[in-house]
């Protein structure tokens, strides 16, 4: 079955520029998580939604980032004023309903985001 | 906080080896633990996990890992690596995923 679709798979834009980047979900999954893995290092939690609410943003790293999920279903990831250091790979993960601790999160294949 | 440590960085291995990666993490309480394993172009994937009951666990593609409560570790293990297992591994505590740094692992022909 379908998997977890990030798009674009490569963004590469300048200093200062506004981005988004999207993540469709595995249907019916009511859970979802956006992770940045910078190279050398494991994925970095960001943001977490339940449905259409941010359970938990606690990750992200400054007002730069926002990340939205209007019907609890694709979610946007906005990073405004980009810096050389959002430079990442930005992944999403998503979870079936039924106890979020007890579901493993399938993964998406991430975007690759870099900034000039 | 909760914060996850793998021990090595580059593993390399000859077919038919032992293979056993160490893992860390640091919280008090009840945790969720989990392998995923991201092969070269490939997205994450789940190894195994552990929530609670034995502490042994079975995952796929004859990887287990032992969760020791007391030393705070859950150590992935494989009698005989592949070279198909030439794979980045990454330890994971749940809720928000907390990812240790992860261990390239080469499996030579």
């Known amino acids: 079955g379908a998997g977890v679709s990030q798009t674009p798979s490569n963004k590469v834009t300048e200093k200062g520029k506004y981005v988004e980047l999207r993540c469709d979900p595995i249907s019916g999954h009511t859970a979802l998580y956006w992770y940045r893995q910078s190279l050398g290092q494991g994925p970095e939690f960001l943001i977490y939604?339940?449905?259409?609410?941010?359970?938990?943003d606690s990750g992200l790293p400054n007002d730069r980032f926002f990340a939205v999920r209007p019907e609890g279903s694709v979610s946007t990831l906005k990073i405004q004023r980009t810096e050389r250091g959002d430079s990442a790979v930005y992944l999403c993960?998503?979870?079936?309903?039924?106890?979020?601790?007890?579901?493993?999160?399938?993964f998406g294949d991430g975007t690759r985001l870099s900034i000039l | 906080a909760q914060s996850v440590s793998q021990h090595n960085h580059h593993v390399i291995l000859s077919e038919a080896a032992s293979l056993e990666l160490g893992c860390n993490y640091s919280y008090g309480g009840t945790v969720n633990l989990f392998w995923y394993v991201q092969y070269p172009g490939q997205h994450l994937q789940l190894l195994l996990k552990?929530?609670?009951?034995?502490?042994l666990v079975k995952g796929i593609k004859g990887f287990e890992a032992e969760f020791i409560k007391s030393k705070f570790s859950f150590n992935l293990r494989k009698p005989s690596v592949q070279w198909s297992d030439t794979a980045e591994y990454f330890c994971a505590v749940f809720l928000k995923l907390s990812f240790g740094a992860g261990t390239t692992v080469t499996v030579r022909a």
């Open positions: 993960a998503s979870s079936p309903p039924g106890g979020e601790s007890n579901q493993p999160q399938h």
């Open positions: 552990y929530f609670s009951g034995d502490p």
């Open positions: 939604f339940q449905g259409t609410g941010a359970a938990d």
